[in-house]
């Protein structure tokens, strides 16, 4: 066997060569400023790449649906200032914080409808990101929606969030009621989540509504996005796994097709990434189970703590146990100091 001169196995590169990693921008921000519990939930933790994204293929408008508190309106608002791009934020209940950057940059058009009746009503986009409801009718629609605005051009740019777990193959549902019966899966209100675990899961992480079981056919935002593309010649999908997934899907007859193929390859399903998300959400995800561990067996204690003090104060422990010291020659079977002993006085 051939040797390098540190005496390590030489490295037969032939046929195995890594793409180089393209140089990212540089970008300063806090993705966690509106995630206390630190979930990463936002895209804003893969902003380098979205960014990059918008460089490669300089749109000259750009449409989020699913804004939320405005973490990566900001960075598209920061963009576009250098690109002279126009911004629209589509979000039918913003938060504060959103609505606060909206009144601050006047630039930004800030929609408040659902991303159905938004997408229907504005023009067609160069770019859009959709980071909505986490279901696979409301991503059907809404790329149905980006698609009938192409009228048979070129699709734009799109960006999506959550094409990994939990939602790739699990519908989720911020008002159920929105969503036709047909499409809504048989689901459950503060369903626990577990990767791996394709039920419920006590303690996992919570969601106001989700599907009881995760896959098969119309369930999830990856589900939903490949059922698109796969209707399309000459669509692809990129999927970037890390933070609960990046999805980019693009026309490969566009003129910036190439330039955004060589940014996003070298991170397309990269096994490394993969095995690093995996390990987060796993974590996460056992960490929560963990909190609600604690929280029961907290509140279990408190009320055994409560229980114990009340016998300290009462007459008829004392009684019971002057009794029992008797019957047991001297020793009862409980006393008053074991009691105190379990408190820890």
């Known amino acids: 066997m051939r040797r390098e001169s540190n005496g390590l196995p030489a490295l037969d590169r032939e046929g ?67 690109s002279g791009a126009g911004v629209t ?16 940059r006047s630039e930004l058009e800030l929609i408040r409808e659902p991303s159905h009746v938004a997408l229907q009503a504005l023009p067609r986009s160069d770019a859009v990101i959709l980071d909505g409801d986490h279901n696979y009718y409301t991503v059907r629609e809404e790329l149905g929606l980006i698609a009938e605005k192409a009228d048979g051009d070129e699709l734009p740019l799109i960006l999506l969030h959550d094409v990994c777990w939990p939602h790739a193959r699990r519908d989720s549902y911020y008002t159920p009621e ?39 056919a119309g369930n999830g935002v990856l589900t939903a996005v490949e059922d698109f593309v796969a ?41 490394i ?16 189970v963990q909190m609600v561990q604690a929280a029961v067996h907290g509140r279990r204690a408190a009320q055994q703590e409560g229980v114990l003090r009340e016998l300290l104060k009462s007459k008829s422990f004392a009684v019971a146990e002057r009794i029992s010291r008797v019957r047991q020659g001297g020793r009862p079977a409980i006393s008053k100091d074991d009691v105190r002993r379990a408190l820890d006085e």
């Open 16 to 82: 195995s060569r890594l793409a180089a990693l393209p140089d990212l921008p540089r970008i300063e921000l806090d993705p966690y400023e509106n995630d206390p519990g630190r979930w990463g939930a936002s895209l804003a933790n893969n902003a380098e790449l979205v960014i990059a994204c918008l460089d490669a293929a300089q749109p000259r408008s750009i449409v989020e649906v699913g804004a939320y508190a405005g973490d990566v309106t900001r960075l598209l608002l920061d963009w576009a200032a250098r």
């Open 178 to 216: 929105a969503i036709p019966e047909a499409y809504r899966k048989p689901m459950v209100q503060g369903a626990g989540l577990f990767p791996g675990e394709p039920g419920l899961y006590p303690g996992g992480l919570p969601f106001t509504w989700a599907a009881e079981r995760e896959g098969g």
């Open 273 to 288: 990434l993969a095995r690093l998300e995996a390990n987060r959400v796993h974590h996460l995800a056992s960490t929560h």
């Open 231 to 271: 209707e399309r010649s000459g669509v692809r999908l990129a999927i970037v796994p890390s933070f609960f997934g990046l999805g980019v899907v693009w026309h490969e007859g566009t003129p910036w097709a190439g330039a955004v193929a060589e940014l996003i390859e070298p991170y397309e399903r990269n096994p």
């Open 89 to 104: 934020a589509v979000d039918p209940a913003p938060e504060e914080e959103l609505v606060e950057l909206a009144a601050e």
